[in-house]
C-alpha cells in the first residue's frame, strides 16, 4: 500500500556526512512513524533512529546517538537522515520503514514493528 524508495548513499571518508532520504508514496504520510535501520554484511539488521508522526518525538540507538539526526517533512512525504561524523563501523545498508498509527506521537524500535520497508541504500565510510 506504500512505497519507500531510499536515496542519497554513497562513499564517504570517516569523519564525513551524508544525508539520506525516503520518499514514500501515498496520501497518508502523515500517519506513518518512520524509521531508519542498517544491516552490514554478516550482521543482524539493527535499529537506527525512529521519528514520530509530527517530527517532534525522536530516537536514536546508543551507537549514533549525537552523530546522527532524523528529521520529516510531511508536505513532501521524505524522511530524512543526517549523519556527521561518520565511521567506518557506519557502513551498511541503510532502509526507510513505516509504521502506520492512528494516533499519538511516538516513536517505534522493534523491527516487527514496521509495515512497509524501502529497498536499502548502500552507505560506505572508508577509513
Known amino acids: 500500500q506504500v512505497q519507500l524508495v531510499e536515496s542519497g548513499g554513497g562513499l564517504v571518508q570517516a569523519g564525513g556526512s551524508l544525508r539520506l532520504s525516503c520518499a514514500a508514496s501515498?496520501?497518508?504520510?502523515?500517519?506513518?512513524?518512520m524509521g531508519w535501520f542498517r544491516q552490514a554484511p554478516g550482521k543482524e539488521r539493527e535499529f537506527v533512529a525512529a521519528?514520530?508522526?509530527?517530527?517532534?518525538?525522536?530516537y536514536f540507538a546508543d551507537s549514533v546517538k549525537g552523530r546522527f539526526t532524523i528529521s520529516r517533512d510531511n508536505a513532501k512525504n521524505t524522511v530524512y537522515l543526517q549523519m556527521n561524523s561518520l565511521k567506518p563501523k557506519d557502513t551498511a545498508v541503510y532502509y526507510c520503514?513505516?509504521?502506520?498509527?492512528?494516533?499519538?506521537?511516538?516513536?517505534?524500535?522493534?523491527?516487527?514493528?514496521?509495515?512497509?520497508w524501502g529497498q536499502g541504500t548502500q552507505v560506505t565510510v572508508s577509513s
Open positions: 520503514a513505516a509504521k502506520v498509527v492512528s494516533s499519538g506521537s511516538y516513536y517505534y524500535t522493534p523491527i516487527n514493528d514496521y509495515d512497509y
Open positions: 501515498g496520501r497518508t504520510f502523515s500517519f506513518y512513524s
Open positions: 521519528i514520530s508522526r509530527s517530527g517532534g518525538n525522536t
